[in-house]
Nanobody
Framework: QVQLVESGGETVQAGGSLRLSCAAS????????MGWFRQAPGKEREFVAA????????YYTDSVKGRFTISRDNAKNTVYIQMNSLLPEDTAVYYC????????????????WGQGTQVTVSS
């Protein structure tokens, strides 16, 4: 059973930056595809970014391309998302997800989810 714990969420001003972390335990991190999702109040959880097990292939939703960067450190069992040029519409709870199949991750069908971390961007 894989456990995921997100951290790094806080309140920042528009235009600012944040880096979220997701630490994994209880499984073989290096074989897992990882993803970040977010859910704003009253909205469905949406895909933000994903990375394959080796960190070589990444995917992003259009609204964050050029602003967010997903990366992973398999030695630390951790995946990150660097968020720059933050906008008020980036405000949401951000969730980490993991699965052996990156297609499942991208389709919001991951087997493993974290509890989320709140990101608030003030205007």
């Amino acid at each position: 059973q894989v456990q995921l714990v997100e951290s790094g969420g806080e309140t920042v001003q528009a235009g600012g930056s944040l880096r979220l972390s997701c630490a994994a335990s209880g499984g073989t991190f290096s074989v897992l595809a990882m993803g970040w999702f977010r859910q704003a109040p009253g909205k469905e959880r949406e895909f933000v970014a994903a990375v394959d097990w080796g960190g070589r292939t990444t995917y992003y939703t259009d609204s964050v391309k050029g602003r967010f960067t997903i990366s992973r450190d398999n030695a630390k069992n951790t995946v990150y998302i660097q968020m720059n040029s933050l906008l008020p519409e980036d405000t949401a709870v951000y969730y980490c997800a993991a699965d052996s199949d990156i297609v499942r991750v991208r389709r919001r069908r991951s087997n493993y989810w974290g509890q989320g971390t709140q990101v608030t961007v003030s205007s």
